[in-house]
Nanobody, 115 residues
Framework: QVQLVESGGGSVQVGRSLRLSCAAS???FGWTMKWYRQAAGKERE???????????NYVDAVKGRFTASRDNAKGTGYLQMNSLKVEDTAVYYC??????????WGQGTRVTVSS
């Protein structure tokens, strides 16, 4: 059983940056990490992903501003969020997916961006 611990959320002003972290317990191999967000009253949406080879994908709304990365040795994924906008306000969740199909969710971390 893998546990994920998310950190890095907070309240910032428009244009500032935050870096989210999602750390897995124990030693892990062969994982993809996806980052989702859920704003109040809206459905959870996928915003970024990074695969086992480091390849990344982003939803159009965050392209050029968000960067997903990973530290395999630490079993940790990161989401660097720059030039934050009010519309980025949401609870952000990491989703760790193993090649064999198991998947785990982080507890969520709140990001609030104010003007």
């Amino acid at each position: 059983q893998v546990q994920l611990v998310e950190s890095g959320g907070g309240s910032v002003q428009v244009g500032r940056s935050l870096r989210l972290s999602c750390a897995a317990s124990g030693t892990i191999f062969g994982w993809t990490m996806k980052w989702y967000r859920q704003a109040a009253g809206k459905e959870r949406e996928l915003v970024a992903s990074i695969n086992t080879n480091g390849g990344t994908n982003y939803v159009d709304a965050v392209k050029g501003r968000f960067t997903a990365s990973r530290d395999n040795a630490k079993g940790t994924g990161y989401l660097q969020m720059n030039s934050l906008k009010v519309e980025d306000t949401a609870v952000y969740y990491c989703n760790l997916i193993f090649s064999v199909g198991e998947a785990y969710w982080g507890q969520g971390t709140r990001v609030t961006v104010s003007s």
